[in-house]
C-alpha cells in the first residue's frame, strides 16, 4: 500500500536558519503530495501541495518539488522564525476527491528565538 | 478559524459509554472524512462519505462505530462501547474535487 517516510521526529533550530525536513513516499499511483503543518491544539492545515511531477510548490517562505525520480517531497525553508514551530506533515493523497490520505509521521519543528 | 466545525471539542466518557461527536463540513465540500490522531501523532483513516453515501470505511469502523452524514444535518461518528484505546483526537476533513480538504479542530476523546 502507500507509505509516507519522515526520517527526522524532531528538529531543533534558532531564528533565521535554514530548514529541511526530509519526505519520501511510495505508492503505485501519480499521486498528489502536500504539506500539512498542525499547531497546538488545532488541526492540521495546508501549507503546500504540488499535483504535478517535477513542480515545485511555495507557500509563506517554504517550498517543495515533487521529485518523481526520487520519490521524495522534501520541504525547505530559507529562514525560520519562532512562529515556525509546529507539527509538519509530508501527506500523498490521491487525485480524486474521495481518496483518503496518507500521512507521513510527522515532524516536530522547535525553533528558539 | 477553520471552516470544518467539530463538536465538542473535548469529550470524557467512561469505558462502555457511548461517545458521539459531530462535524459540520465546508460549505459546498461533498465528502468527509474521518481519522484518528493518537498521542504518538499517527494518523488513521476510519470512514469516508460523498452525498451521505460511505466510500470506504476500516474494519473497525464497521464494527464499533456507527456514522453518517445527512443532507441538512451535521455529520456526526459515535463509538458503540468506548475502549480506553479509543483516547485519540478525532479529525474531521472536507473536500471538494481537485482534493483540496480542509480539517477540523478535531475532538479530543479521554476514556477513562
Known amino acids: 500500500g502507500d507509505s509516507v517516510t519522515q526520517m527526522q521526529g524532531q528538529v531543533t533550530l534558532s531564528e533565521d536558519d535554514f530548514l529541511f525536513i526530509n519526505c519520501t513516499y511510495s505508492?503505485?499511483?501519480?499521486?498528489?503530495l502536500f504539506w500539512y503543518v498542525q499547531y497546538p491544539g488545532e488541526g492540521p492545515q495546508l501549507l503546500l501541495k504540488v499535483t504535478t511531477a517535477n513542480n515545485k510548490g511555495i507557500s509563506r517562505g517554504f517550498e517543495a518539488t515533487y521529485d518523481k525520480r526520487t520519490t521524495s517531497f522534501h520541504l525547505q525553508k530559507a529562514s525560520v522564525q519562532e512562529s515556525d514551530s509546529a507539527v509538519y506533515y509530508c501527506?500523498?493523497?490521491?487525485?480524486?476527491?474521495?481518496?483518503?490520505?496518507?500521512f507521513g509521521g510527522g515532524t516536530r519543528l522547535t525553533v528558539r528565538p | 478559524n477553520s471552516k470544518v466545525i467539530q463538536t465538542p471539542r473535548y469529550l470524557v466518557k467512561g469505558q462502555g459509554q457511548k461517545a458521539k461527536m459531530r462535524c459540520i463540513p465546508e460549505k459546498g465540500h461533498p465528502v468527509v472524512f474521518w481519522y484518528q490522531q493518537n498521542k504518538n501523532n499517527e494518523f488513521k483513516f476510519l470512514i469516508n462519505f460523498q452525498n451521505q453515501e460511505v466510500l470506504q470505511q476500516i474494519d473497525m469502523t464497521e464494527k464499533r462505530f456507527s456514522a453518517e452524514c445527512p443532507s441538512n444535518s451535521p455529520c456526526s461518528l459515535e463509538i458503540q462501547s468506548s475502549e480506553a484505546g479509543d483516547s485519540a483526537l478525532y479529525l474531521c476533513?472536507?473536500?471538494?474535487?481537485?482534493?483540496?480538504?480542509?480539517f477540523g479542530s478535531g475532538t479530543r476523546l479521554l476514556v477513562i
Open positions: 505508492t503505485t499511483w501519480y499521486p498528489t
Open positions: 501527506v500523498l493523497g490521491e487525485r480524486n476527491a474521495g481518496a483518503k490520505l496518507t
Open positions: 476533513a472536507s473536500s471538494l474535487a481537485n482534493s483540496d480538504y480542509t
